[in-house]
């Protein structure tokens, strides 16, 4: 497995050009030291100020944006945005906001099961949908890590298998209740291991997965997601996604 940080990924400052064949190749794209520590800090005091998390109820936030000025605000976020149009858009239609997540990770918190986002929000158009998993302090080793599947979005939408594990109340609840049914060894694996503020942008049929966070640190997450908005999306029913207007 290689640790992402070893990694030498065309950033967009540079070379826009590269970092999209770098994307459209790997179905991953990084780019490094986005969101100062001074913004990452302002959505975690926003979210570690409710009553759940003084009782140490640490289960994710769904749709965190809906409240939270501070997190709609880093999902319009113009640089952020216009990257995303540079990965899913097409020089015609908009790109629109969809959904916000934000993982506590507390430590002992089981990780996610391989899976595809597009699985949860069946997107008519794969290449219109992403995501940013952004975190909101430094990754090291063992915190419940971010595993990317290189190249795997090229298998296109895959079938899942049926799990039986006992829900984690720290994790999402749909963390485990299938898997991605392929052979991960088939791919080239990338743990994640990247500094607060950094943007994991990932393809919509990328297959990813995280560890058990092991440390004694919270692994402090905010995922954002992205579409056309000529592209139809499931909205589900617990998350009842609807397009964001960014502008």
């Known amino acids: 497995m290689i640790n992402s940080s070893e990694i030498n990924i065309p950033q967009i400052y540079d070379s826009p050009e590269l970092a999209k064949k770098f994307f459209i190749e790997n179905g991953y ?9 001074l913004f990452c800090k ?13 009782n140490n109820i640490y289960s994710p936030l769904m749709m965190p944006h809906r409240e939270n000025e501070i997190i709609l605000k880093a999902m319009k976020n113009e640089k952020l945005v216009r990257y995303m149009d540079l990965f899913i858009g097409d020089n015609i239609n908009k790109v629109c906001g969809l959904q916000s997540e934000f993982f506590f990770g507390s430590p002992g918190t089981r990780g996610f099961s391989m899976h ?11 290449s219109a949908f992403g995501s940013a998993w952004i975190p909101m302090v430094d990754i090291d080793e063992d915190m419940g890590n971010l595993v990317i599947y290189s190249k795997s979005h090229l298998k296109g939408k895959l079938p899942v298998r049926k ?5 984690d109340p720290n994790q999402d609840p749909n963390a485990n209740n299938e898997e991605t049914d392929i052979n991960k060894n088939d791919f080239e694996q990338i743990m994640i291991r990247e500094k607060l503020g950094s943007i994991i942008f990932i393809h919509g049929d990328l297959i990813h997965s995280s560890k058990k966070n092991n440390t004694n640190k919270f692994r402090f997450v905010l995922l954002l997601t992205y579409i056309r908005s000529n592209c139809e999306f499931r909205p589900g029913n617990n998350a009842k996604r609807k397009l964001i207007n960014l502008s």
């Open 29 to 37: 794209h990084i780019e490094r030291n986005h969101f100062d520590k």
């Open 42 to 54: 302002q959505i975690i005091n926003s979210v570690t100020s409710n009553q759940n998390y003084k």
């Open 116 to 126: 595809q986002d597009s699985f949860y929000t069946e997107p008519s158009i794969p």
């Open 163 to 167: 799990l039986s594990l006992e829900k």
